[in-house]
């Protein structure tokens, strides 16, 4: 199954709202990160266990209140498993 940056922002909107609802999507698609990073990887990194949602595209992980570094704004860290590569998203201050 090929999943596009597109198919990432319908998944976050599980997280606000109903899926494929632009509406309530947490970012657009080209502010969607494409990474090789694990979930194990982003799991080790991150404080808190990330929420779970079930998506048509499959499991999106949040992570809340998240920071990117001492001083910055923080915000919530989107995953998105596509097989070879992961897609995310944070809507906090890097």
């Given at each position: 199954?090929t999943?596009?940056e597109t198919?990432f922002c319908?998944?976050?909107s599980?997280w ?17 990160i494409r990474?090789?990073?694990?979930i194990?990887d ?9 929420d779970e949602?079930d998506?048509p595209?499959?499991?999106?992980y949040?992570w809340?209140n ?7 704004r923080r915000?919530n860290?989107?995953?998105?498993d596509c097989?070879?590569f992961r ?8």
């Amino acid at each position: 199954m090929t999943i596009t940056e597109t198919d990432f922002c319908n998944a976050t909107s599980v997280w606000s709202g109903e899926y494929g609802d632009e509406v309530s999507w947490a970012c657009e698609p080209e502010d969607v990160i494409r990474t090789a990073e694990t979930i194990d990887d982003f799991k080790s990194a991150r404080s808190g266990t990330p929420d779970e949602y079930d998506t048509p595209k499959g499991t999106l992980y949040v992570w809340e209140n998240q920071q990117a570094r001492k001083g910055k704004r923080r915000g919530n860290v989107y995953l998105l498993d596509c097989g070879d590569f992961r897609f995310t998203y944070f809507d906090g201050e890097v």
